[in-house]
């Protein structure tokens, strides 16, 4: 590998263009060797922006020509197997969005297929690399690990139906979130009992579960789409220590029965920024791609561990009151 490490980029769309491609472009040690789209205008408009001088309509083109260590997949869910599928089966590193298919199955041939080429792969779950979670999880972790208990909420008010016209239901595609946190937060889930309903609808809108971790602490997870307005709020909670978080804004930490919480703002844990894509878990989880390539280390979200995450999710339609 040269000093840089080269990454060709397939999505010119929304996610692209507002957190991955500004992060890659504050990394001096990073070369985008080309960039793919199926839209000429969507694929100008950024190659401009972020000074991409080779364009592609067609992925295996790009990767052939361009030889990247590593590739970016980045578009909804229903279209990005075969995609992801043609980049590991070349022994090339991966980054993908979440969610990582459609299915838990086709995370797992996917993780099947890293494994099988030496590939390190990435997930976007963004939230473990907020830096206000991370400071939290670990002020709980020295002062009372392990964690006894644990609470992951993720609310919505969602007008349409399933995502993407159906493609994809809604635990699987977005409140997947709040299930890959709770294992975050908790670790691994021995049993678990779900609460799905369609309230009326044609379509799961609720996804509630209590768990309980490997290590013997109890989690609960709460969501569900057809309620007020984006609310998304996490508890951890270890022996005399407990971390209230609302990763878009502070937390408040109470330690040993103080009146008081220690109060940290999610801009002031991510080092005085106020950018979304840095206190929000972005820049960081690009960062950790980057390195993953660099010393050949899986990253906390590589496509193994979103294999249990995407099995949790079976797990709670499955084994419900
Ligand atoms: N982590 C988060 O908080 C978060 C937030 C929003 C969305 N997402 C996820 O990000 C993913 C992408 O969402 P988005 O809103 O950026 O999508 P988007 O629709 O805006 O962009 C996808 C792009 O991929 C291109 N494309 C599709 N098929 C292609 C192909 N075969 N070859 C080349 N280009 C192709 C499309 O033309 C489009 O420009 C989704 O899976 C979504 O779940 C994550």
């Known amino acids: 590998m040269s000093d840089k490490v080269k990454l060709a ?8 263009n507002s957190v ?18 199926l839209v000429p205008d969507k694929l100008q408009a950024t190659a401009e922006k972020f000074k991409i001088e080779k364009t592609y309509s067609d992925y295996k083109t790009m990767i052939e ?13 229903h279209h990005l197997f075969d995609i992801a599928h043609h980049v590991l089966s070349n022994g090339i590193n991966l980054f993908l969005e979440k969610p990582p298919g459609v299915t838990a199955d086709q995370t797992r041939h996917l993780a099947h297929t890293a494994e099988t080429n030496g590939c390190v792969s990435l997930v976007g779950f963004n939230r473990r690399y907020i830096p206000l979670m991370q ?13 006894i208990q644990a609470m992951s909420s993720f609310y919505k008010w969602h007008a349409a139906g399933p995502y993407y016209n159906g493609a ?33 609808l044609h379509f799961g809108t609720r996804f509630n579960a209590l768990v309980e971790f490997e290590g013997g602490g109890s989690g609960i997870l709460m969501t569900n789409w057809r309620v007020g307005g984006r609310i998304h709020q996490f508890e951890m909670h270890g022996e005399g220590i407990s971390a209230y978080v609302n990763p878009n804004t502070r937390a408040e ?7 008081k919480p220690k109060r940290i703002t999610a801009q002031k844990a991510a080092g005085g920024s106020d950018e979304n894509r840095v206190y929000y878990g972005f820049e960081g989880e690009n960062r950790a791609f980057v390195d993953a390539i660099k010393t050949g280390q899986q990253p906390e979200t590589c496509l193994p561990d979103a294999v249990k995450t995407m099995e949790l999710v079976d797990r709670i339609y499955h084994n419900t009151l």
């Open 135 to 147: 400071q939290c999880k670990n002020m709980v972790l020295d002062h009372g690990g392990p964690v």
């Open 9 to 16: 980029l397939v999505g010119a769309g929304g996610m692209a």
């Open 65 to 77: 020509e361009t030889a990247p260590d590593g590739v970016y997949v980045l578009m909804p869910p």
């Open 253 to 259: 930490v109470y330690v040993d029965g103080a009146d």
């Open 168 to 200: 994809i239901d809604i635990l699987s595609c977005d409140a997947v979130h709040a299930v890959d946190t709770l294992r975050y937060i908790g670790g691994d889930v021995a049993k678990v009992v779900g609460d799905v309903s369609n309230q009326g």
């Open 20 to 37: 991955h491609y500004p992060s890659l472009a504050v990394f001096d040690d990073v070369e985008i060797v080309g960039l793919c789209d």
